[in-house]
């Protein structure tokens, strides 16, 4: 079977953690995905947070399988020859550079169109235009930024980055459903466009429901949230679900940092949780047999759930619950997650050979296609295709050994 993407050919100029995510993610869809690096040195993430001494990161290796990498001296003029060859003869180019940088390399929108008219032009910036356009994003930057840590933490505590990269990578995946869209256009349209995400606005589209809240304020307390008092502004609710059904990480035995287990009171579930925790006759209690009558001890009711967690381990509570269809997730550490027998037989977490640093364990592709099963390859290392790239544009390997000596790739 072919792959989803085969036949798109994406020149990747991005770096770091954003355009690398969406990049990879088109590469695992079977995108031809070149990663043009500088001569020397590459992504700068390359070197970044080594745990082996003169061997391409995890940083870089987990962010970047499945490509082929090209250098490239983009001061150069025969850098800049070269790459307006490569960008003729791609679908998509993909940047995270700050504002303006690939203008100044003589390379705007429409030097690029007037190149290759079919091309889709798609970039990732901290912000959209207006006031904050030319600051400089990262990822706690854009969670700060765009909703997520003023509502992240404990009433009474700070706000709180959370461990997903939803800045980053969050903003990646927004970028490939804005690539994939302007591909699909490009099939009845013939053109090309441009692709904008800004990554404070897809770490606010994660947080909408937050906005939502926001407005409900105005018609008084969120009666749905834990906290006691509230302001005009949505408060932290530490643990709180602020959904329609209430949950909360409750302990669970031995007692360890991760030993907790997530547990969602649904109306059907009471009975059953009053059951296992061998107070059955809450169930038909009327100051707890209802959603309503619960609703103001919500935190006496997850302690008596958590007076019976405490006593078992989170994989025992996780077993009973499941069998009476309460909804419950243990928290899993890192540690348990790249140890997870199932999560490696699905191919969540897969392990990878590599030429330098032998194997390493990386995430999987979460997009399961019936009809285009992904493979996941390592990273390149700096370079590694330059003959075979250029090879494809007809440099013959004089000319690619001129192009070495005279610094240009």
């Given at each position: 079977?072919?792959?989803?993407?085969?036949?798109?050919?994406?020149?990747d100029?991005?770096?770091?953690?954003?355009?690398?995510?969406?990049?990879?993610?088109?590469?695992?869809?079977?995108?031809?995905?070149?990663?043009?690096?500088?001569?020397?040195?590459?992504?700068?993430?390359?070197?970044?947070?080594r745990?082996?001494p003169g061997?391409?990161?995890?940083?870089?290796?987990?962010?970047?399988?499945?490509?082929?990498?090209?250098?490239?001296?983009?001061?150069?003029?025969?850098?800049k020859?070269?790459?307006?060859?490569?960008?003729?003869?791609?679908?998509?180019?993909?940047?995270?550079?700050?504002?303006?940088?690939v203008?100044?390399?003589?390379?705007?929108w429409?030097?690029?169109?007037?190149?290759?008219?079919?091309?889709?032009?798609?970039?990732?910036k901290?912000?959209?235009p207006?006031?904050?356009?030319?600051?400089?994003?990262y990822?706690?930057?854009?969670?700060?930024?765009?909703?997520?840590?003023?509502?992240?933490?404990f009433?009474?505590?700070?706000?709180?980055?959370?461990?997903?990269?939803?800045?980053?990578?969050?903003?990646?995946?927004?970028?490939?459903?804005?690539?994939?869209?302007?591909?699909?256009?490009?099939?009845?349209?013939?053109?090309?466009?441009?692709?904008?995400?800004?990554?404070?606005?897809?770490?606010?589209?994660?947080?909408?429901?937050?906005?939502?809240?926001?407005?409900?304020?105005?018609?008084?307390?969120?009666?749905?949230?834990?906290?006691?008092?509230?302001?005009?502004?949505?408060?932290?609710?530490?643990?709180?679900?602020?959904?329609?059904?209430?949950?909360?990480?409750?302990?669970?035995?031995?007692?360890?940092?991760?030993?907790?287990?997530?547990?969602?009171?649904?109306?059907?579930?009471?009975?059953?949780?009053?059951?296992?925790?061998?107070?059955?006759?809450?169930?038909?209690?009327?100051?707890?047999?209802?959603?309503?009558?619960?609703?103001?001890?919500?935190?006496?009711?997850?302690?008596?759930?958590?007076?019976?967690?405490?006593?078992?381990?989170?994989?025992?509570?996780?077993?009973?619950?499941?069998?009476?269809?309460?909804?419950?997730?243990?928290?899993?550490?890192?540690?348990?997650?790249?140890?997870?027998?199932?999560?490696?037989?699905?191919?969540?977490?897969?392990?990878?050979?590599?030429?330098?640093?032998?194997?390493?364990?990386?995430?999987?592709?979460?997009?399961?296609?019936?009809?285009?099963?992904?493979?996941?390859?390592?990273?390149?290392?700096?370079?590694?295709?330059?003959?075979?790239?250029?090879?494809?544009?007809?440099?013959?390997?004089?000319?690619?050994?001129?192009?070495?000596?005279a610094?240009?790739?």
């Amino acid at each position: 079977m072919g792959k989803a993407l085969e036949g798109i050919r994406v020149l990747d100029m991005t770096h770091v953690q954003s355009g690398p995510s969406a990049t990879q993610m088109l590469a695992w869809l079977g995108a031809d995905v070149i990663k043009l690096e500088a001569p020397g040195r590459g992504d700068i993430t390359r070197g970044q947070l080594r745990d082996l001494p003169g061997v391409d990161s995890l940083y870089f290796t987990m962010l970047n399988g499945n490509k082929r990498s090209i250098t490239l001296n983009m001061k150069s003029e025969q850098g800049k020859k070269l790459f307006g060859e490569l960008v003729s003869q791609v679908d998509v180019l993909v940047e995270n550079f700050g504002p303006g940088v690939v203008d100044r390399f003589g390379f705007s929108w429409e030097r690029l169109a007037e190149l290759n008219p079919r091309l889709v032009y798609a970039s990732i910036k901290g912000f959209g235009p207006g006031r904050y356009a030319d600051f400089k994003a990262y990822e706690v930057i854009a969670q700060a930024m765009g909703g997520a840590m003023s509502t992240t933490g404990f009433e009474e505590g700070p706000p709180t980055a959370t461990g997903a990269q939803i800045g980053d990578s969050g903003t990646g995946m927004h970028l490939v459903a804005g690539i994939l869209a302007a591909l699909y256009q490009r099939t009845h349209s013939g053109r090309g466009q441009r692709v904008q995400v800004a990554m404070q606005d897809a770490v606010l589209n994660l947080c909408r429901v937050k906005l939502r809240d926001q407005q409900r304020l105005a018609h008084g307390g969120l009666t749905e949230y834990p906290n006691e008092n509230f302001g005009d502004e949505v408060p932290r609710s530490g643990n709180a679900s602020g959904g329609g059904q209430p949950g909360w990480a409750v302990r669970c035995a031995p007692g360890g940092p991760n030993d907790y287990i997530y547990v969602i009171i649904q109306p059907v579930g009471w009975k059953p949780i009053t059951e296992l925790i061998g107070r059955p006759e809450l169930a038909e209690d009327p100051e707890w047999a209802t959603p309503e009558a619960r609703l103001s001890k919500l935190d006496k009711a997850f302690a008596l759930i958590e007076d019976w967690t405490s006593r078992h381990t989170k994989w025992e509570v996780m077993e009973r619950l499941n069998a009476r269809n309460v909804p419950c997730g243990p928290i899993l550490s890192t540690r348990e997650l790249a140890e997870d027998e199932t999560l490696a037989e699905l191919g969540t977490v897969v392990e990878v050979p590599h030429p330098e640093r032998g194997s390493y364990k990386t995430v999987g592709c979460p997009l399961k296609l019936s009809d285009s099963p992904v493979e996941i390859g390592r990273s390149p290392l700096l370079g590694e295709h330059n003959g075979e790239i250029l090879g494809e544009l007809g440099y013959r390997a004089d000319q690619l050994d001129e192009l070495r000596a005279a610094g240009v790739i």
